[in-house]
């Protein structure tokens, strides 16, 4: 199908597109498009205008330091993945956009784009909640930062007003002598996951982020749990949802493997790591 | 009330077209409708299928989840756009000719843009890679044997043919494999043909995109 008819607006600088949203509450942003366009296409959606951040100049820059990976609105998921400093800095983030759809689709999706979007099946929003990481906002009041903790709060819903662009997503680094791993069960390649996990551990804390488990990126402190345990101990916090995709006791199933599976190599990870520091 | 146009250049296959299209104008759709490129296929039309996979600014996109407005000014290569300076097969569709890498041909278009640009940023895939390279287009004839085969040797032959093989900045050329030789040559003659006003006509074919090429 095709899309409804809409209004395009294509401004040149960022105050002006979020004037041009602030004006309209039935306008969306466009960035990569990925995820909007099939909406767009099947007319689950039909906004009044799209605002196109594509001619914005310096979005589109994935920078690294030792704090961490802020990559900008308009950073196409393939080049956040092609960063060898940010998989330095923060392995995770490369480790879970590899899961994400297929290269064709990475080509032109954004990063930021999936964290707005906050599809609870997708692999980035659990990622930022996990590593602790934030979004830059523009709005007509200025720029502020929301934590990962604070964004997501239900399905394709964040806590962003109508009239704020998301700028740039911050990724804290992995702490020296930790490790992460990301791990996830899909029908067919490129699909989205039934369960995926992401796991973070550093000594004796152990945190493992669930998504497509429930309506929520989820992060469950797993730290002092017998590594037989691990699945159940998940189990324990998450509520597993029923869909077309697969039932709940599935999907519970899904978490019981793979709980011990992510921590297993984040724990090796970690020592893979160690051993090249020291090495 | 009629729908607000927008003046766009795109240049496809290394020629310059100017169009006024609406912005719900999917890029799949400008390249069939507007320019009669017809050699992009459209299978799903939410980009599940990889049917009209085309390279914008060199790297694979789906053409169904682009918008027109959205990519002005950018350089788009489309099927058409993979054939030899001498109109010859490239090298990605000679090896779909080789080693029957299509059965009705609808999938293919998407394939050979998506794996030219696969062999030109991995000129050697292993066997895993080649399959890899081609996960994301779906095809339901071959059972895919044959296209793996096909990228391992269409990597063989861009390498016997040099590095400026793989269609970048060749233009219009027909496609004997995909495209269809009669219109691209028809809008090579009178690039002006579809322009202009004559597209205002047209803003209500946008709803009956056929699938056929």
Known sequence: ?279 | MAEELHQIRLTVNGTAHDLRVPARRLLSDALRHDLALTGTHVGCEHGVCGACTVLLDGEPVRACLVFAVSVQGQEVTTVEGLTRPDGALGPVQQAFAECHGLQCGFCTPGFLTTITAGIRDNPEPTHEEAREMIAGNLCRCTGYQNIVKAVERAAVLAREGGPSEGGFETGLRPSSTTGDASVVEEVAQQPSRNHGDDVVDREDDAATTGLGA
């Open chain 1, 1 to 279: 199908m095709k899309p409804a008819p809409f209004g395009y607006l294509r401004p040149g600088t960022l105050a002006e597109a979020v004037a041009a949203l602030a004006g309209d509450p039935g306008a969306k942003v466009l960035a990569g498009g990925q995820s909007l366009v099939p909406l767009l296409n099947m007319r689950l959606a039909a906004p009044t205008t799209l605002i196109d951040l594509n001619a914005l100049p310096g979005l589109d820059d994935v920078t690294v330091d030792e704090a961490g990976v802020r990559v900008g609105a308009l950073a196409r998921h393939a080049a956040v993945l092609a960063s060898v400093e940010a998989r330095r800095v923060q392995p995770l983030v490369a480790m879970a956009l590899s899961n994400v759809a297929h290269p064709t689709i990475r080509n032109r999706g954004t990063t930021v784009g999936s964290l707005v979007h906050a599809d609870a099946a997708a692999e980035m929003p659990v990622v930022l909640v996990l590593t602790g990481g934030s979004l830059e906002v523009e709005g007509p009041a200025g720029r502020r930062t929301v934590a990962a903790s604070e964004l997501f709060v239900g399905p394709l819903e964040t806590s962003l007003h109508h009239d704020e662009i998301a700028v740039s997503a911050h990724f804290p680094a992995l702490a020296p002598g930790a490790g992460a791993a990301f791990e996830e069960i899909a029908r067919r390649h490129g699909d989205y996951a039934l369960v995926g996990a992401g796991a973070i551990v550093d000594g004796d804390s152990v945190r493992v982020g669930f998504l497509s488990v429930s309506d929520l990126p989820t992060v469950v402190d797993l730290s002092g749990v017998a590594e037989a345990d691990l699945g159940e101990a998940a189990l324990a916090e998450l509520e597993p949802g029923d869909d077309i995709h697969a039932s709940a006791d599935y999907r519970a199933q899904l978490v019981r493997v793979l709980t011990p599976r992510v921590v297993a190599a984040a724990r090796e990870h970690a020592a893979h790591r160690l051993g090249r520091t020291r090495g």
